[in-house]
């Protein structure tokens, strides 16, 4: 939802978790540590987050930077550039998308689902790397013998070791 936080006077993006969804740990947790996660990666091209509740039995929800533009999905698709242009357009986008999940590995943060529709192009040059839920930190990685084996994340773009659900190998 959009949102206007009254104490400061702008807009936010305010993301709730489905209510349905409130009394099954596994995603309450998933939801709460990509709140975590993506507060902890302070780079320009992905977006901040703000403010985190989470009461296990009333809501869980969480603020953050209002994005508006395209999806780099949409800039490809669109049609409505040059074919010349947009490729000149989507490798300025792949390298400002590098630059953020270099940070994130940095940090010991693999994003586990990075495609067209999770990056957004702004109208003003802002280039930001969305949607981390499926998100890990790479020392939460299971060991090879406790590999529970579950491929999450798309499987078109998925890495082999992620799409053969070997996550200990992520990297």
Known sequence: ????????????????????LL??????????????????LDHPNIPPVYAL???????TCFTMKV????????LLVDGQVA???????????????CDAVAYAHSKGILHCDLKPTNVMVGDFGQIYVVDWGLAVRKADLPSEKDDHGAAIGTPAYMAPEQAR????ALD
């Open 83 to 97: 074919p010349n242009e947009t490729l000149f357009r989507a490798l300025e986008v792949l390298v400002r998308v």
């Open 67 to 74: 994005l508006s533009g395209q999806t780099l999905q949409q």
């Open 23 to 40: 009394r099954e740990d596994e995603s309450r947790e998933r939801f709460i540590d990509e709140a975590k996660i993506t507060a902890q």
């Open 1 to 20: 939802y959009r949102v206007r936080d009254a104490t400061l006077g702008r807009e936010v993006a305010f993301k709730v978790l489905r209510p349905e």
């Open 53 to 59: 509740a989470a009461e296990k039995k009333k809501t």
């Open 165 to 168: 659900g070997k996550n200990h």
